[in-house]
């Protein structure tokens, strides 16, 4: 018994270190992140990655017990010897000339690509599985890719992570550019996340508000990492990214503030409590620069620069498991505030309704100095109704000039004298100061050519018509009352029917 | 002696005079917790919800399907048993002034889509064969379990279809239709293959009627909105979206459904009273002679609702975290570790090598008919025109 009692505290004893030992870093961990991006369009653009990174070897081991990494991609994972998963969704177009260059640009529709094992023996049985069982866990017709929209790529779709070898034979993409995304395609990837909408940033993924945008893009990357520095062991890592871009003109009624409520319909109260890192950057490179007053509020505690895609840029930092974040007032509202009237300060549009009145567009611009700004409208051109056309409708139609009414300042400033005493040409436009002075400019009229049907086709339909009719009728009228009798072949060629005319003229029976 | 055995019997006959009473009375309980054994005989509801019609103007289908779906969802019935088939995205089509939301109600008072909504079959996939291939199980290998059927003979289904149709027939997508013979027959595999306990088939199309007249299989009970020859008619119109929201039948079946919770006794004549002529101008009809039970003793929720079987325990159980098994095998990881060399990250456009990747030799494909007959054209006028002795300087 004494015996036994000393044995367990023996055992006791060697077991303590082990169990409290050194901290070990935890299997599982989950980060999470917001990149707001003021755009130079004026639009705001959002990133959301969830990045959980799993310590255990999939391969070699029977894993059964999920904690945060989602079962239902690990399965897939153990049973179609994947190396790599990428998988998108999206709706619209990331326009680079407005937006700047994007941090994971996706094409339009779905695409699919993925890197199996050196141990798959049929590559295309299992691409065809895989796609199976992706439409079913993300609502997405991915069962419509098969030979006819798969390609091998040879050179380009290099493994995004860990990888000894790249034989291309085991490397698949699909890109299926019909594709909606919708609210069912978010439903299943929001129920991915550990803290699926309840706490941390995935509250702030409403579908009402995510798919209310310019562009929205959510994708699911799986790929292997290395564990530590020294790099000899493997790590899984899931990333859930979403991007969206909204549309400030619609969204803002036309200020460039913005806030998460504004944008989200939510602020953010808590951190997920699975999370180890859960933050939020705005990036503020522009706040530095000149004439660009903005604030953002509540103001950081923390900042991180960073060259990013080429250019340094200056991110405000708000931590979520930081308490002193989140304290005051339980929640957190991020606002942009722009402490000047920007440029676009008034914009008043009329759009035009049929027949009845025309566009109307006025804008108040400041302009930057030493520089040029163009002002670009794209129209279509309609069909008119035929009756609306001019009779020389070859000339094609006006559109009345643009307006431009400028304050100029003036180089040198002008006394503002009395009216009636300056002479006619000085007093057209009433100044207020003489630091600048008012003109008003138009631009040319414009000459549009609009698609003119041809107007000749009544005239072509009755001839046609009237052939048509001559033709058929005709044949048959003759074919009914008229008689046919045969008449004789007469012989000899066009130099005896010369002479039998001469003949006949002169009176002589013919040859 | 005597007496005392006449008492006792006495006594035996008046205690079993006294039993015989509670006897029948214990006897009728046993026979009503009987009755109500036998009343519902199905242990699990399934769910098939499929709008057929393609098209920013058939948005009232996607939105009749959709409350369907929503209501069903309400009342208990879980998505990994809904089939919901959508043959358009009217949520996210361009054309809608507030994308992610249907609306079955102007003045966007209900919106039906919601935040947790998973379609299983959408666009392209809602055809004639893949709806039959749900009903009766026949599907590929590779289906997904969100996309199956998987019911079993104690299995109540509810059937809804909505969208244009005819005497006999229901058009899906504008492509292809279904007819009503093929619909019976597909029930009759069903029932042969035990899939189904009691079916319920609604339908919200012009002469819906026509749909159930050639069911033949047993336990089936079917709605339709209106009588062969009469057209099903929508409801109203949405200024803001431009388009009908909703079907007069289903709109009405809707709000008769939002007032049903999951413990309602209401019955199935009152879902048949739902749409008289005076709201919905056709006539909505019903068939019940196939089904066993009388319709007032069925449930709404037999169908509509889902059955769970919980158990509310009051004590309290707690987990103990089992951090040995996770720090046994990580010390084993870290130990075959240290014996590997470190892997590394591949390049991503590693230009050199690129270069001088040598490409795949394309196979040799014979010259086809156009090209055999342009150069055999060529090789005759040529011959024609210079004569047959140059072939002996070609060849």
């Known amino acids: 018994m004494a015996a036994a009692v000393r044995l367990v505290l023996l055992v006791l004893l060697l077991l303590g270190p082990g169990v409290w030992g050194q901290a070990e870093p935890p299997r599982d961990s989950l980060r999470e992140e917001l990149v707001i991006t003021p755009l130079p369009s004026g639009d705001v653009a959002a990133t959301f990655q969830f990045r959980t990174r799993w310590d255990s070897e999939l391969q070699r081991e029977g894993v059964s017990h999920y904690r945060l990494f989602p079962k239902a991609l690990g399965q897939l994972i153990s049973k179609y010897s994947l190396r790599e998963l990428h998988l998108s969704l999206t709706q619209g177009f990331w326009r680079t000339r407005y937006w700047g260059t994007p941090f994971l640009q996706a094409p339009s529709g779905a695409e699919l690509w993925a890197w199996f094992q050196d141990s798959v023996t049929d590559v295309d049985e299992s691409w065809k599985e895989l796609s199976n069982v992706l439409s079913g866990i993300f609502c997405a017709s991915l069962n419509f890719i098969d030979s006819t929209n798969t390609v091998t790529p040879t050179a380009s779709f290099k493994p995004l992570g860990l990888a000894n070898g790249t034989d291309h034979s085991f490397l698949r993409y699909a890109v299926l550019p019909r594709e909606v995304v919708c609210t069912e395609n978010l439903t299943p990837w929001k129920k991915l996340l550990p803290c699926s909408s309840k706490a941390g940033l995935s509250v702030l993924l409403k579908a009402d508000r995510l798919f209310h945008t310019s562009y929205h893009s959510q994708a699911v990357h799986i790929r292997p990492v290395c564990r530590n520095a020294r790099c000899t062991s493997v790590s899984w890592e899931l990333r859930q990214t979403l991007s969206v871009v909204f549309d400030a003109f619609i969204t803002g009624q036309g200020k460039k503030d913005w806030s998460l409520f504004r944008m989200f319909s939510r602020t953010l109260t808590e951190p997920c409590p699975l999370a180890s890192e859960s933050r939020v950057y705005v990036d503020i490179t522009s706040s530095g620069q000149d004439n660009e007053t903005l604030e953002v509020y509540p103001p950081p505690l923390t900042t991180y620069q960073d060259v990013i895609l080429g250019t340094r840029k200056t991110y405000a930092v708000y931590d979520l498991l930081d308490a002193a974040v989140v304290s005051t007032s339980r929640s957190?509202?991020?606002?942009?505030?722009?402490?000047?009237?920007?440029?676009?300060?008034?914009?008043?549009?009329?759009?035009?309704?049929?027949?009845?009145?025309?566009?109307?567009?006025?804008?108040?611009i400041q302009l930057p100095a030493n520089s040029i700004t163009k002002v670009s409208i794209q129209f279509e051109r309609a069909l008119l109704k035929w009756t609306e056309y001019t009779p020389d409708p070859n000339h094609g139609f006006y559109v009345s000039p643009s307006v431009l009414s400028a304050l100029v300042p003036s180089v040198v400033a002008a006394k503002p004298g009395?009216?009636?005493?300056?002479?006619?040409?000085?007093?057209?436009?009433?100044?207020?100061?003489?630091?600048?002075?008012?003109?008003?400019?138009?631009?040319?009229?414009?000459?549009?050519?609009?698609?003119?049907?041809?107007?000749?086709?009544?005239?072509?339909?009755?001839?046609?018509?009237?052939?048509?009719?001559?033709?058929?009728?005709?044949?048959?009228?003759?074919?009914?009352?008229?008689?046919?009798?045969?008449?004789e072949p007469r012989k000899g060629g066009l130099v005896k029917r010369l002479a039998n005319l001469i003949r006949r003229a002169r009176g002589v029976p013919p040859l | 002696m005597v007496d005392t055995y006449f008492l006792s019997q006495g006594l035996t006959t008046l205690a079993g005079l006294l039993l015989l009473p509670f006897g029948s009375l214990a006897a009728s309980q046993i026979e009503d917790q009987a009755e109500q054994f036998f009343r519902s005989g199905h242990t699990n509801n399934w769910a098939v919800l499929v709008c057929t019609s393609r098209f920013w103007f058939n948005y009232r289908h996607v939105a009749n399907t959709l409350s369907v779906y929503r209501s069903v969802k309400r009342l208990g019935i879980p998505d990994s048993h809904i089939v919901l088939m959508l043959a358009d995205d009217m949520a996210c089509n361009p054309r809608n002034p507030k994308p992610a939301t249907v609306y079955s109600h102007k003045n966007m008072e209900l919106n039906v889509y919601g935040d947790d909504v998973e379609v299983d079959y959408r666009s392209?996939?809602?055809?004639?064969?893949?709806?039959?291939?749900?009903?009766?199980?026949?599907?590929?290998?590779?289906?997904?379990?969100?996309?199956?059927?998987?019911?079993?003979?104690?299995?109540?289904?509810?059937?809804?279809?909505?969208?244009?149709?005819?005497?006999?027939?229901?058009?899906?997508?504008?492509?292809?239709?279904?007819?009503?013979?093929?619909?019976?027959?597909?029930?009759?595999?069903?029932?042969?293959?035990?899939?189904?306990?009691?079916?319920?088939?609604?339908?919200?199309?012009?002469?819906?009627?026509?749909?159930?007249?050639?069911?033949?299989?047993?336990?089936?009970?079917?709605?339709?909105?209106?009588?062969?020859?009469?057209?099903?008619?929508?409801?109203?119109?949405?200024?803001?979206?431009?388009?009908?929201?909703?079907?007069?039948?289903?709109?009405?079946?809707?709000?008769?459904?939002?007032?049903?919770?999951?413990?309602?006794?209401?019955?199935?004549?009152?879902?048949?009273?739902?749409?008289?002529?005076?709201?919905?101008?056709?006539?909505?009809?019903?068939?019940?002679?196939?089904?066993?039970?009388?319709?007032?003793?069925?449930?709404?929720?037999?169908?509509?609702?889902?059955?769970?079987?919980?158990?509310?325990?009051?004590?309290?159980?707690?987990?103990?975290?089992?951090?040995?098994?996770?720090?046994?095998?990580?010390?084993?990881?870290?130990?075959?570790?240290?014996?590997?060399?470190?892997?590394?990250?591949?390049?991503?456009?590693?230009?050199?090598q690129i270069i001088h990747q040598k490409p795949k030799l394309k196979d040799w494909h014979p010259p086809g008919g156009f090209i055999l007959g342009l150069w055999a054209l060529i090789i005759m006028v040529f011959f024609k025109t210079y004569g047959i002795k140059h072939m002996k300087f070609i060849f």
């Not at chain 1, 300056?422 to 138009?442: A, I, Q």
């Not at chain 1, 698609?451 to 086709?457: A, C, K, L, V």
């Not at chain 2, 066993?292 to 069925?298: A, G, I, L, S």
């Open chain 1, 332 to 364: 957190l509202n991020v606002q942009l505030k722009w402490k000047r009237p920007p440029e676009n300060g008034y914009i008043h549009y009329q759009p035009a309704q049929d027949r009845m009145q025309p566009h109307l567009l006025e804008m108040l």
């Open chain 1, 418 to 487: 009395d009216w009636e005493e300056s002479p006619l040409f000085n007093s057209l436009f009433p100044v207020s100061d003489g630091s600048s002075y008012f003109v008003r400019l138009y631009t040319e009229p414009l000459l549009v050519s609009l698609p003119t049907p041809d107007f000749s086709m009544p005239y072509n339909v009755v001839c046609l018509t009237c052939t048509v009719v001559a033709v058929c009728y005709g044949s048959f009228y003759n074919l009914l009352t008229r008689t046919f009798q045969i008449e």
């Open chain 2, 124 to 352: 392209y996939e809602v055809t004639v064969e893949n709806f039959l291939r749900v009903l009766t199980g026949r599907i590929p290998s590779s289906t997904p379990r969100s996309k199956r059927l998987l019911s079993d003979d104690r299995s109540n289904i509810l059937i809804y279809m909505t969208g244009h149709g005819g005497n006999g027939f229901l058009k899906f997508q504008d492509s292809e239709e279904i007819t009503n013979i093929e619909l019976a027959d597909a029930f009759e595999q069903m029932w042969q293959k035990r899939r189904y306990n009691e079916l319920l088939f609604i339908i919200d199309t012009c002469q819906g009627a026509s749909m159930y007249e050639r069911f033949y299989s047993p336990n089936i009970m079917a709605l339709a909105s209106s009588q062969v020859g009469e057209d099903s008619l929508s409801h109203q119109p949405d200024p803001a979206v431009g388009v009908h929201l909703m079907d007069r039948y289903t709109f009405y079946v809707l709000e008769f459904l939002e007032e049903i919770n999951p413990a309602s006794q209401t019955n199935m004549n009152d879902l048949f009273q739902v749409c008289p002529k005076s709201l919905c101008v056709s006539t909505p009809g019903h068939r019940t002679d196939l089904f066993q039970r009388d319709p007032k003793n069925v449930l709404i929720t037999d169908f509509f609702g889902s059955v769970r079987k919980v158990e509310i325990t009051t004590e309290t159980l707690s987990l103990q975290p089992d951090s040995g098994v996770i720090e046994s095998s990580y010390k084993k990881d870290q130990m075959v570790e240290d014996l590997m060399e470190p892997l590394k990250y591949a390049e991503q456009l590693p230009v050199a």
